[in-house]
């Protein structure tokens, strides 16, 4: 379920960063990219784990220029997060293969891929508030928001680390 899972996502991902391209007038750069979306399969079914990680940051790479020259957000950002997920479930998928062949790993994958689902449905909401809600914010607030995402994370991390 996984795999499949794994391979839909970042194909999907990959298409949808190469139609945003394409339907900007860069068909050469959207022809790049599906060049390095088949050497991502291969790789992937290869099982060649450093791949993956490399495959997320060209792609991040390609949709960050694709916001600095315009292209449709509406493909830009669902690519982004199918991406991510996509990345997220190589991890998974690397980790299940370590698993004993007689255990039943399907609640482990359910778990995991609720997580998943829940996270990517934060992200895509806090992506379109951001997108519809247009805020002026002073400096001294952005500083202070800053501020407190900065210790959140480090309190985050922090208990993260306590627990493991």
């Given amino acids: 379920m996984t795999r499949y899972l794994l391979f839909a996502s970042n ?70 997060f199918l991406l991510l997920a996509g990345w997220d479930l190589s991890g998974m998928q690397a980790r299940l293969r370590l698993a004993d062949p007689g255990e039943d790993t399907t609640p482990l994958q359910v778990r995991h891929l609720l997580r998943l689902v829940l996270t990517l449905l934060v992200g895509a909401g806090f992506v379109w508030a951001a997108l519809t809600l247009h805020l002026k914010l002073s400096f001294e607030w952005t500083a202070l928001l800053a501020i407190l995402v900065a210790f959140g994370l480090g309190r985050l991390v922090s208990r993260l680390l306590k627990r493991a």
């Fill in 11 to 80: 194909l999907l991902g990959f298409g949808l960063t190469a139609l945003a391209f394409a339907s900007g007038g860069k068909p050469w750069l959207a022809a790049v990219l599906l060049l390095f979306a088949g050497f991502w399969v291969y790789a992937s079914l290869r099982r060649w784990d450093w791949s993956v990680t490399l495959g997320l940051f060209v792609a991040y790479g390609f949709i960050a220029a694709g916001f600095l020259l315009d292209l449709s957000p509406a493909l830009l950002f669902p690519a982004a």
